[in-house]
């Protein structure tokens, strides 16, 4: 396939780029220039050529490739078919490679103006060719018969009527089938989220990439100072690209996972807010640096492990190193990716801080001049808070590979862990991040200082009281209430001096008042949420935390799913939600989604848990093991095993042959199941000389371990006694999450708050080049 | 200056020996159902779910109850806030984190293990053809 080629030129023209680059901060030279500017922009085309062909043999269901086959089939939808792009690792890997190279091409020009081009591409230049190098172990475009020789190369003529064949060497005889229909995306990825999600995370990591870039760069060139100048817009930006990104994870965790939350601790969700927190430390002691110049070597180190951090979080939820550890359950892409991984980040490491340790004695050093009471200090004890936080989520997360070396044994740690010690480090933060607004900088004066205090520090006390007159009853959480609060108003406070005279230099206060919202937000969502477990018989109200709910009935919506309609009336309010309940593909159990109904100041979370379809009508449903006879309402079944073909007519067909005794005649009957592309059809068998009717349920292969199969049938007879039939209950766990609107507030206004601050810092990093030319 | 440094170090020092603590309480160990039900404390246990034994979800408390053997054959009863969890039918098996009380097993989170659907699935890939 031509797209295996591309990629290698991609990769070569990106490690030519890098070369060429490095020869030219050397020894400058315009022609050396021009050649690493048609390099990297070779790649660049190269890596766009990658991506769009992986869409469209993905788009045409070019189920002849290996990645198509694993990821997609032909009943998704438009968008998530595209989305499948980047499902697996070897298509993440690929937007990862686009973004960085489409990015490079963007800051090539930026940095060319700010005189950083040969440095700054050096090593974004490398960083590209890893990721290609990656895409070269993991290849995206790898034919299936490749990866199954055995089952799909054969040797000889072509059976008549193949259609799905494709000759390999017609000289040797040699030709290979391929499958017409793909495996498919995972059932609890077919959202829109998968969509939105992916691409904005893969942003923010490939953000990451800059301040360490950057710092690289500025080490190159010696230039230790003003090199932050360059890359503070850029890492704001990271923040702020990643922070969303990290939220939208847990949004969609929240509204369609059911998880019941929107953070877990899971790896793959601690793993990309690491980088996030030592980023966004890092933006804190750069303007400390702006201001007094001090924190040089705090800055070189901080930008280095921004993106040291994204590969390391990378390595562990992609290397399988976590084992069973983790829910996010990646499947394990074999010892090559492991050793790639890890070598990338060895390099890295290795270029990074190798040179800063080279360089770290002509690093000027800069007397730290501040007293206890300035902004610096407050910044300084607020960045090494957040980096804190940011080593107690690592070494929690890491916990897998740290008992593996002690005990050699895998384990995690309970979720409490992160708890227990982010808790504290968040009050350090809301508490400095308010203090540090009242500061001024070098030094303050105390009187005034405490004079502010005053104001916030009395509101703060009473949000505090009034927390706990409604009933926050932990010492710790109405600390937390109390910080947060005190974050929230001296914010408020100093935003709104600052918005009377420069709205522009605004985005700090703004950011931390989204922060101290979101702050509030967890709090009053996470920890004060009422539960309870509910079964609705279906017509009849039952009351549930003061809401009175009433199962309507389930329908049909898309791709087999259904959606199962509750009323939930307050007083005059009618809502109705519809959580959603189906099987996913090759009995990959049930997926469930959770419907809310959002009011001003809750969530009411309705996550479905069974639907219980009482007998009558139905029939009786019984488990069948295989080789065992059952006896059920005078009539032995024997389940002998099943057969499963696959006809263009029908999809997939699932037969089972029983054996049945009634009335001393025994007789073989063989009910069956159609599923084709998701539509299943229940084919049901009856019995000859009489009217009973055995439906096929579902049929369990035998699994690790076990010999036998499991069949589940349904047996209706029309003859027995007549029974009653009842309603369908549906059994669902509502839940009241009180103030979750505050955590999207104050995201909002989080994302503002950066944005205002890139604006800021973008119009400074131009100001300083045209003053240096 | 010196002031700083040293209150420095003993916040570092504070925060370091803080962690470290966390970290011990809350590594849940690995262990069996005989361990389990001795120390009494939150542990996890791996093992694989008897199919051929009831399982159902109590719709009054919201609980999902089955009966799970651990890798030395020792069956339990094992009571799991919540529903069944996803991926239950097919994992090839559990890891149940909780603790032993009152003759059964409460966890309060199961992992599940899937058979991997990656790489070398011949199976999987003679169903498409």
Same mark, same amino acid.
């Not at chain 1, 799905?164 to 017409?180: E, H, I, S």
């Not at chain 1, 084992?323 to 060895?346: C, D, K, N, Q, R």
């Given at each position: 396939?031509?797209?295996?080629?591309?990629?290698?030129?991609?990769?070569?023209?990106?490690? /030519? =780029?890098?070369? !060429?680059?490095? !020869?030219?901060?050397?020894?400058?030279?315009?022609? +050396?220039?021009?050649?690493?500017?048609?390099?990297?922009?070779?790649?660049?085309?190269?890596?766009?050529?990658?991506?769009?062909?992986?869409?469209?043999?993905?788009?045409?269901?070019?189920?002849?490739?290996?990645?198509?086959?694993?990821?997609?089939?032909?009943?998704?939808?438009?968008?998530?078919?595209?989305?499948?792009?980047?499902?697996?690792?070897?298509? @993440?890997?690929?937007?990862?490679?686009?973004?960085?190279?489409?990015?490079?091409?963007?800051?090539?020009?930026?940095?060319?103006?700010?005189?950083?081009?040969?440095?700054?591409?050096?090593?974004?230049?490398?960083?590209?060719?890893?990721?290609?190098?990656?895409?070269?172990?993991?290849?995206?475009?790898?034919?299936?018969?490749?990866?199954?020789?055995?089952?799909?190369?054969?040797?000889?003529?072509? &059976?008549? %009527?193949?259609?799905?064949?494709?000759?390999?060497?017609?000289?040797?005889?040699?030709?290979?089938?391929?499958?017409?229909?793909?495996?498919? !995306?995972?059932?609890?990825?077919?959202?829109?989220?998968?969509?939105?999600?992916?691409? +904005?995370?893969?942003?923010?990591?490939?953000?990451? @990439?800059?301040?360490?870039?950057?710092?690289?760069?500025?080490?190159?060139?010696?230039?230790?100072?003003?090199?932050?100048?360059?890359?503070?817009?850029?890492?704001?930006?990271?923040?702020?690209?990643?922070?969303?990104?990290?939220?939208?994870?847990?949004?969609?965790?929240?509204?369609?996972?059911?998880? %019941?939350?929107?953070?877990?601790?899971?790896?793959?969700?601690?793993?990309?807010?690491?980088?996030?927190?030592?980023?966004?430390?890092?933006?804190?002691?750069?303007? =400390?640096?702006?201001?007094?110049?001090?924190?040089?070597?705090?800055?070189?180190?901080?930008?280095?492990?921004?993106?040291?951090?994204?590969?390391?979080?990378?390595?562990?939820?992609?290397?399988?190193?976590?084992?069973?550890?983790?829910?996010?359950?990646?499947?394990?892409?074999?010892?090559?990716?492991?050793?790639?991984? /890890?070598?990338?980040?060895?390099?890295?490491?290795?270029?990074?801080?190798?040179?800063?340790?080279?360089?770290?004695?002509?690093?000027?050093?800069?007397?730290?001049?501040?007293?206890?009471?300035?902004?610096?200090?407050?910044?300084?004890? %607020?960045?090494?808070?957040?980096?804190?936080?940011?080593?107690?989520?690592?070494?929690?997360?890491?916990?897998?590979?740290?008992?593996?070396?002690?005990?050699?044994?895998?384990?995690? #740690?309970?979720?409490?862990?992160?708890?227990?010690?982010?808790?504290?480090?968040?009050?350090?933060?809301? /508490?400095?991040?308010?203090?540090?607004?009242?500061?001024?900088?070098?030094?303050?004066?105390?009187?005034?200082?405490?004079?502010?205090?005053?104001?916030?520090?009395?509101?703060?006390?009473?949000?505090?009281?009034?927390?706990?007159?409604?009933?926050?009853?932990?010492?710790?959480?109405?600390?937390?209430?109390?910080?947060?609060?005190?974050?929230?108003?001296?914010?408020?406070?100093?935003?709104?001096?600052?918005?009377?005279?420069?709205?522009?230099?605004? %985005?700090?206060?703004?950011?931390?008042?989204?922060?101290?919202?979101?702050?509030?937000?967890?709090?009053?969502?996470?920890?004060?949420?009422?539960?309870?477990?509910?079964?609705?018989?279906?017509?009849?109200?039952? $009351?549930?935390?003061?809401?009175?709910?009433?199962? !309507?009935?389930?329908?049909?919506?898309?791709?087999?799913?259904?959606?199962?309609?509750?009323?939930?009336?307050?007083?005059?309010?009618?809502?109705?939600?519809?959580?959603?309940?189906?099987?996913?593909?090759?009995?990959?159990?049930?997926?469930?989604?959770?419907?809310?109904?959002?009011?001003?100041?809750?969530?009411?979370?309705?996550?479905?848990?069974?639907?219980?379809?009482?007998?009558?009508?139905?029939?009786?449903?019984?488990?069948?093991?295989?080789?065992?006879?059952?006896?059920?309402?005078?009539?032995?079944?024997?389940?002998?095993?099943?057969?499963?073909?696959?006809?263009? $007519?029908?999809?997939? #067909?699932?037969?089972?042959?029983?054996?049945?005794?009634?009335?001393?005649?025994?007789?073989?009957?063989? &009910?069956?199941?159609?599923?084709?592309?998701?539509?299943?059809?229940?084919?049901?068998?009856?019995?000859?000389?009489?009217?009973?009717?055995?439906?096929?349920?579902?049929?369990?292969?035998?699994?690790?371990? $076990?010999?036998?199969?499991?069949?589940?049938?349904?047996?209706?007879?029309?003859?027995?006694?007549?029974?009653?039939?009842?309603?369908?209950?549906?059994? +669902?766990?509502?839940?009241?999450?009180?103030?979750?609107?505050?955590?999207?507030?104050?995201?909002?206004?989080?994302?503002?708050?950066?944005?205002?601050?890139?604006?800021?810092?973008?119009?400074?990093?131009?100001?300083?080049?045209?003053?240096?030319? | 200056?010196?002031?700083?440094?040293?209150?420095?170090?003993?916040?570092?020092?504070?925060?370091?020996?803080?962690?470290?603590?966390?970290?011990?309480?809350?590594?849940?160990?690995?262990?069996?159902?005989?361990?389990?039900?001795?120390?009494?404390?939150?542990?996890?246990?791996?093992?694989?779910?008897?199919?051929?034994?009831?399982?159902?979800?109590?719709?009054?408390?919201?609980?999902?109850?089955?009966?799970?053997?651990?890798?030395?054959?020792?069956?339990?009863?094992?009571?799991?806030?919540?529903?069944?969890?996803?991926?239950?039918?097919?994992?090839?098996?559990?890891?149940?984190?909780?603790?032993?009380?009152?003759?059964?097993?409460?966890?309060?989170?199961?992992?599940?293990?899937?058979?991997?659907?990656?790489?070398?699935?011949?199976?999987?890939?003679?169903?498409?053809?």
């Amino acid at each position: 396939m031509i797209g295996s080629i591309i990629v290698k030129i991609a990769f070569s023209a990106s490690l /030519l =780029s890098a070369i !060429l680059y490095f !020869l030219n901060h050397r020894r400058f030279s315009s022609r +050396v220039l021009l050649f690493a500017r048609i390099a990297y922009h070779t790649a660049v085309v190269s890596i766009i050529l990658i991506a769009v062909s992986l869409i469209y043999i993905l788009m045409t269901h070019q189920f002849q490739f290996s990645y198509v086959w694993n990821y997609s089939s032909t009943d998704l939808p438009g968008p998530l078919l595209f989305s499948t792009f980047y499902a697996g690792q070897e298509g @993440s890997f690929t937007l990862w490679a686009l973004y960085t190279g489409v990015i490079g091409a963007v800051l090539l020009r930026y940095s060319a103006h700010k005189g950083y081009e040969s440095e700054f591409m050096t090593i974004f230049s490398l960083i590209l060719t890893f990721l290609l190098l990656m895409l070269i172990i993991k290849n995206p475009f790898t034919y299936i018969w490749d990866v199954f020789p055995k089952d799909l190369i054969h040797t000889g003529a072509i &059976p008549a %009527g193949d259609a799905n064949v494709v000759w390999l060497d017609r000289a040797k005889g040699l030709w290979a089938q391929y499958p017409l229909e793909g495996r498919g !995306l995972n059932p609890l990825l077919q959202n829109y989220w998968m969509v939105i999600h992916p691409p +904005v995370l893969f942003l923010g990591f490939t953000s990451m @990439s800059i301040p360490f870039a950057y710092a690289v760069a500025g080490m190159l060139k010696r230039d230790y100072v003003s090199w932050i100048r360059v890359s503070t817009p850029w890492t704001v930006f990271g923040a702020m690209v990643l922070g969303t990104g990290i939220v939208l994870g847990g949004y969609w965790a929240y509204e369609t996972l059911g998880w %019941g939350g929107y953070w877990g601790w899971d790896p793959v969700e601690n793993s990309s807010l690491v980088p996030w927190l030592v980023c966004v430390a890092s933006i804190h002691t750069m303007l =400390s640096q702006r201001r007094s110049g001090s924190f040089i070597k705090t800055n070189f180190v901080l930008s280095l492990l921004c993106y040291i951090l994204v590969l390391y979080s990378t390595f562990l939820t992609r290397s399988g190193v976590l084992g069973e550890t983790s829910v996010h359950s990646f499947a394990e892409p074999g010892m090559w990716v492991y050793w790639m991984l /890890l070598l990338i980040i060895v390099v890295f490491a290795a270029i990074g801080f190798g040179l800063f340790f080279a360089r770290r004695k002509e690093m000027p050093r800069v007397p730290v001049e501040h007293s206890f009471f300035s902004r610096e200090f407050a910044l300084f004890l %607020g960045a090494s808070a957040l980096v804190f936080a940011s080593l107690f989520v690592v070494i929690g997360t890491s916990s897998p590979i740290i008992t593996s070396i002690w005990k050699n044994k895998l384990s995690a #740690v309970d979720t409490s862990y992160y708890v227990t010690t982010v808790l504290p480090m968040g009050v350090v933060i809301a /508490l400095l991040s308010g203090i540090g607004q009242l500061l001024w900088w070098k030094n303050s004066d105390k009187k005034s200082f405490w004079r502010s205090l005053r104001l916030p520090v009395l509101l703060a006390i009473a949000v505090g009281g009034i927390s706990y007159a409604v009933g926050a009853r932990s010492a710790a959480m109405v600390v937390f209430i109390f910080a947060a609060a005190f974050m929230l108003c001296a914010n408020l406070l100093v935003g709104y001096r600052v918005m009377k005279g420069n709205p522009r230099m605004a %985005g700090g206060a703004i950011a931390h008042i989204g922060i101290a919202l979101m702050f509030l937000g967890f709090v009053a969502s996470a920890k004060y949420d009422t539960k309870e477990t509910v079964s609705l018989e279906q017509g009849k109200a039952v $009351e549930a935390l003061g809401y009175k709910m009433t199962y !309507l009935g389930y329908r049909p919506t898309e791709r087999g799913r259904f959606a199962f309609d509750v009323e939930v009336e307050k007083g005059r309010r009618r809502f109705v939600v519809s959580p959603v309940m189906f099987s996913g593909r090759d009995n990959e159990g049930m997926i469930r989604n959770p419907d809310i109904i959002n009011l001003l100041t809750k969530d009411f979370y309705v996550s479905p848990l069974s639907l219980d379809q009482p007998d009558g009508g139905q029939g009786t449903e019984v488990t069948l093991y295989q080789g065992k006879p059952q006896r059920i309402d005078g009539i032995t079944v024997e389940y002998i095993g099943y057969t499963f073909s696959t006809s263009p $007519e029908f999809g997939n #067909v699932v037969k089972v042959n029983l054996n049945v005794t009634h009335d001393g005649k025994k007789e073989r009957v063989v &009910p069956a199941m159609h599923n084709n592309r998701g539509q299943i059809q229940f084919i049901p068998a009856s019995l000859s000389h009489s009217g009973i009717q055995i439906t096929l349920k579902s049929v369990r292969p035998a699994q690790e371990g $076990e010999h036998n199969s499991t069949a589940t049938v349904a047996i209706v007879d029309p003859g027995g006694k007549p029974q009653k039939k009842k309603n369908d209950v549906l059994v +669902v766990e509502a839940t009241i999450k009180p103030y979750i609107n505050l955590v999207w507030l104050g995201v909002f206004i989080l994302i503002g708050g950066f944005l205002i601050t890139i604006a800021r810092r973008r119009e400074e990093a131009r100001r300083d080049s045209t003053m240096s030319e | 200056m010196k002031l700083k440094i040293i209150i420095g170090s003993v916040v570092i020092a504070v925060f370091v020996i803080f962690g470290a603590i966390s970290f011990m309480n809350s590594n849940v160990e690995y262990t069996d159902f005989a361990k389990a039900e001795k120390l009494g404390k939150k542990v996890q246990v791996k093992g694989a779910w008897l199919r051929n034994k009831e399982s159902q979800l109590d719709t009054k408390s919201g609980q999902f109850i089955f009966y799970m053997k651990d890798d030395n054959n020792k069956e339990e009863k094992v009571i799991l806030e919540g529903g069944k969890p996803n991926n239950f039918e097919i994992a090839t098996s559990i890891v149940a984190k909780g603790r032993y009380k009152d003759g059964a097993f409460h966890a309060s989170e199961i992992l599940t293990k899937c058979p991997s659907k990656y790489e070398g699935d011949a199976s999987a890939v003679k169903k498409t053809l």
